[in-house]
């Protein structure tokens, strides 16, 4: 049978071993939600034994997944993070893909990027670009909140972090699509374009490295300058800068972005909620997890046994590809209490998966809250509505949870 | 009961009557010493519960276990004195316990 033609609404009208919970169209139709409610309650560790990406393993559970991710012994990151495996003539290599010790001191290379002090010089920066870039969106008209905003300013903060030429930034997203969106994790993009557009990234910042050799690592903190002058880093082959690089680009982009744009929709759905919020902006830090949960970014994490593992009754056989699908976990009712309400005022907001957990836990989980923190104080200071005007258009991945448009009308104070 | 003294960052102290068996991080968060986030809850897989303890305090703890050094070698602002304070169980040994808090966590 073909991918499309096992795609129902109705999870419970196909067979359990029939369930393919990475098949793209499932997320690009926002239809993924009763299939992972069903894997939960009748078969929480899942074997698909047919798909695009070959057979693997779902894990579906919040406490499971918490189970793997502490146990880089037995589930190894090596090899890739998605369930697509890379080409044989075409391996980009990075810090997320690799287990200790080499994932540890590449890693390290970055962090300070991110690293709390430097996150405060920041904080007035990505303010004032927040500004200008709401200033100046249309009021009682229709459009695209995904590009005039959730784009513009993600993209406006990672050319920020890479010291990037800022007119040329919008290559920055377009790589990072590239990157995301190829065939082989079941996207649109055809491979020759993807490596393209890959390659003409590795050139341009091979350009920036070579400038930024010669900075001052005391002086300057942008992630080319850092990795240039870190002894982990600084003997990379090109392959491993790229890998990096992209791993950087979709780790501070396409994520903060879809969450942005998330957070508008999720407020729309809930309006109780974002009157509660317009009344009092304080519970903005807690409003911010929240969002990051209920959108989860990243669908999933990949790891691929190291040894056979027993969980539930079953067997992950050494070697076998196992899917973490924190879009799962984060709707588990037996670790979220209403999971599936958007409750901005939670008790323990931040207990959720889409940051990861253990040593791959996300970086920039601190960077991407503050981002979001930013927008909608400034949003709440300007509008007093933002009105989804239509279903926004969804990315076709089931690794990218994302959005491709959300067209709304925005009314001022 | 054993008493835990934490230290905020700014010098502020915060003297806690804790519960035999209940970790440090548990101490902190459930009497609001502010400074702990403890995302992941208690897993050792976060590393948001990051406090320093003085070399006098750390001869009485467990060593460290191999998760918690992977998750405290991934913090920059790592010393000696690093401890993750949800793999601290409080006990009455551990009456009198100082635990400072860092200025910021990852």
């Keep these: 049978m ?6 129902t609404d109705d999870p419970y009208s196909i067979s359990l071993e029939d369930i393919n919970v990475s098949n793209p169209n499932l997320f690009m139709n926002d239809n993924h ?10 078969d929480p560790i899942h074997y698909c034994g047919e798909s695009l990406f070959g057979p693997f393993w779902s894990v579906t559970k919040f406490n499971d997944i918490m189970e793997i991710e502490k146990n880089p012994g037995a589930f190894s990151s090596e090899g890739g993070i998605t369930l697509g495996d890379q080409p044989e003539d075409f391996q980009t290599v990075n810090f997320i ?14 962090t300070n990027v991110v690293a709390p002090l430097n996150l405060a010089k920041l904080e007035p920066v990505i303010r004032s670009r927040a500004t200008k870039i709401l200033d100046e969106v249309p009021t009682g008209e229709e459009f695209d909140w995904v590009n005039h905003v959730s784009v513009e300013l993600t993209t406006q903060m990672l050319a920020t972090l890479f010291d990037f030429p800022f007119e040329k930034r919008s290559k920055l997203t377009y790589w990072s699509d590239m990157a995301t969106s190829g065939t082989l994790n079941g996207g649109p993009t055809p491979e020759p374009v993807r490596r393209a557009a890959l390659l003409e990234c590795l050139e341009v910042f091979t350009n920036l490295w070579n400038e930024r050799v010669h900075r001052d690592p005391t002086e300057a903190n942008d992630l080319i300058t850092m990795m240039a002058h ?3 880093t600084q003997g990379m082959d090109p392959m491993e800068y790229l890998g990096n690089l992209i791993l950087l680009i979709v780790g501070g982009n396409d994520t903060t972005r879809n969450s942005i744009s998330g957070g508008v929709y999720f407020l729309n759905q809930f309006p109780d909620q974002f009157a509660k919020v ?10 911010v997890p929240e969002i990051i949960r209920y959108q989860t970014p990243l669908a999933y994490m990949r790891r691929r046994a190291t040894q056979d593992y027993e969980i539930r009754g079953k067997t992950i056989k050494k070697g076998d590809k196992v899917a973490m699908w924190y879009v799962s976990g984060n709707r588990d009712e037996e670790v979220i209490e209403n999971p599936n309400e958007f409750i901005i005022d939670r008790d323990n907001p931040r207990h959720h998966l889409s940051f990861g957990f253990g040593i791959h836990r996300c970086m920039g989980n601190r ?28 990315t076709q991945s089931s690794f990218v949870k994302g959005y491709t448009d959300l067209k709304v009308v925005v009314t001022g104070r | 009961m054993p008493q835990v003294k934490f230290i905020e960052f700014n010098g502020t102290e915060h003297n806690i009557d804790a519960n035999n068996g209940d970790s440090i991080m548990v101490t902190a968060t459930s009497n609001l010493v502010p400074g702990i986030d403890a995302d992941c809850g208690g897993e050792c897989s976060c590393a948001t519960c990051h406090v320093l303890v003085g070399s006098e305090w750390q001869a009485k703890l467990k060593p460290v276990n191999d998760t918690e050094e992977s998750m405290l070698d991934l913090n920059p602002d790592r010393s000696a004195e690093s401890r993750l304070s949800c793999q601290i169980i409080m006990s009455d040994h551990l009456d009198g316990i100082v635990i400072n808090l860092p200025e910021f966590q990852y």
């Design chain 1, 230 to 232: 870190n002894p982990n």
């Design chain 1, 33 to 42: 939600w009763g299939y992972f409610e069903r894997l939960r309650k009748e």
């Design chain 1, 97 to 110: 893909s690799m287990d200790s010790p080499k994932h540890d001191v590449q890693r390290k290379a970055v």
């Design chain 1, 278 to 287: 317009t009344k009092d902006p304080s519970l903005i830090p807690k409003m």
């Design chain 1, 367 to 394: 960077l991407a809250e503050m981002q979001l923190r930013i927008v909608w104080e400034e949003i709440l200071k300007r509008f007093k509505r933002i009105e989804v005007v239509r279903e926004p258009g969804r």
């Design chain 1, 2 to 7: 073909s991918e499309a033609a096992k795609l």
